[in-house]
Protein backbone atom coordinates (compact mmCIF):
# COMPACT_ATOMS: atom_id res chain seq x y z
CA UNK A 1 0.00 0.00 0.00
CA UNK A 2 1.74 3.52 -0.94
CA UNK A 3 0.81 6.15 1.53
CA UNK A 4 0.33 9.45 0.00
CA UNK A 5 1.37 12.59 2.06
CA UNK A 6 -0.52 16.33 1.41
CA UNK A 7 -1.87 16.67 -2.23
CA UNK A 8 -1.39 12.87 -2.76
CA UNK A 9 2.50 13.46 -3.20
CA UNK A 10 4.48 11.24 -2.03
CA UNK A 11 7.47 12.94 0.58
CA UNK A 12 11.35 12.63 -0.18
CA UNK A 13 13.09 11.50 1.30
CA UNK A 14 17.28 12.26 1.19
CA UNK A 15 19.86 10.09 2.97
CA UNK A 16 23.98 10.14 2.31
CA UNK A 17 25.56 6.09 2.77
CA UNK A 18 29.04 5.38 1.82
CA UNK A 19 29.73 4.44 -1.31
CA UNK A 20 31.19 1.28 0.20
CA UNK A 21 27.39 0.58 1.17
CA UNK A 22 25.97 0.21 -2.33
CA UNK A 23 22.62 -1.12 -2.20
CA UNK A 24 18.93 -0.29 -3.34
CA UNK A 25 18.46 1.63 -0.42
CA UNK A 26 15.61 2.99 -1.52
CA UNK A 27 13.75 -0.03 -1.88
CA UNK A 28 14.80 -0.92 1.52
CA UNK A 29 13.91 2.44 3.06
CA UNK A 30 10.66 2.08 1.40
CA UNK A 31 9.83 -1.89 2.62
CA UNK A 32 10.85 -0.80 6.19
CA UNK A 33 8.40 2.29 6.32
CA UNK A 34 5.64 -0.24 5.47
CA UNK A 35 6.25 -2.25 8.06
CA UNK A 36 6.38 0.41 10.60
CA UNK A 37 2.92 1.93 9.45
CA UNK A 38 1.19 -1.60 9.02
CA UNK A 39 2.62 -2.25 12.96
CA UNK A 40 1.17 0.96 13.60
CA UNK A 41 -2.42 0.60 11.97
CA UNK A 42 -2.65 -3.10 13.63
CA UNK A 43 -1.80 -1.92 16.80
CA UNK A 44 -4.39 0.61 16.29
CA UNK A 45 -6.67 -1.90 14.97
CA UNK A 46 -6.06 -4.13 18.51
CA UNK A 47 -6.67 -0.77 20.71
CA UNK A 48 -9.76 0.08 18.56
CA UNK A 49 -11.34 -3.71 19.41
CA UNK A 50 -10.08 -3.66 22.82
CA UNK A 51 -12.08 -0.39 23.61
CA UNK A 52 -14.77 -1.49 21.37
CA UNK A 53 -15.00 -4.92 23.80
CA UNK A 54 -14.64 -2.40 26.96
CA UNK A 55 -17.96 -0.93 25.51
CA UNK A 56 -20.35 -3.43 24.50
CA UNK A 57 -20.13 -5.09 28.34
CA UNK A 58 -23.07 -5.11 30.11
CA UNK A 59 -23.56 -2.06 32.92
CA UNK A 60 -23.50 -3.17 36.42
CA UNK A 61 -25.78 0.19 37.39
CA UNK A 62 -29.06 0.03 36.96
CA UNK A 63 -29.73 3.20 34.62
CA UNK A 64 -33.34 3.09 34.78
CA UNK A 65 -33.32 3.40 38.65
CA UNK A 66 -30.60 6.39 37.86
CA UNK A 67 -33.30 7.99 35.34
CA UNK A 68 -36.24 7.94 37.54
CA UNK A 69 -33.73 9.46 40.39
CA UNK A 70 -33.24 12.45 38.46
CA UNK A 71 -37.18 12.62 36.86
CA UNK A 72 -38.27 12.53 40.31
CA UNK A 73 -35.44 15.32 41.52
CA UNK A 74 -36.44 17.87 38.35
CA UNK A 75 -40.11 17.32 38.32
CA UNK A 76 -40.96 15.99 41.41
CA UNK A 77 -42.72 12.72 42.72
CA UNK A 78 -45.72 13.24 40.04
CA UNK A 79 -43.04 13.22 37.29
CA UNK A 80 -44.25 15.99 35.16
Given at each position: ???????????????R?????????S??????I???????????????????????????????????????????????
Open positions: MIYFGKDNIMPVISVIDDELKRNWEIIRTEAKVIERLESRNLAEALLLNEKLRRKSTIDTTKIIREWRKKRYGESGG
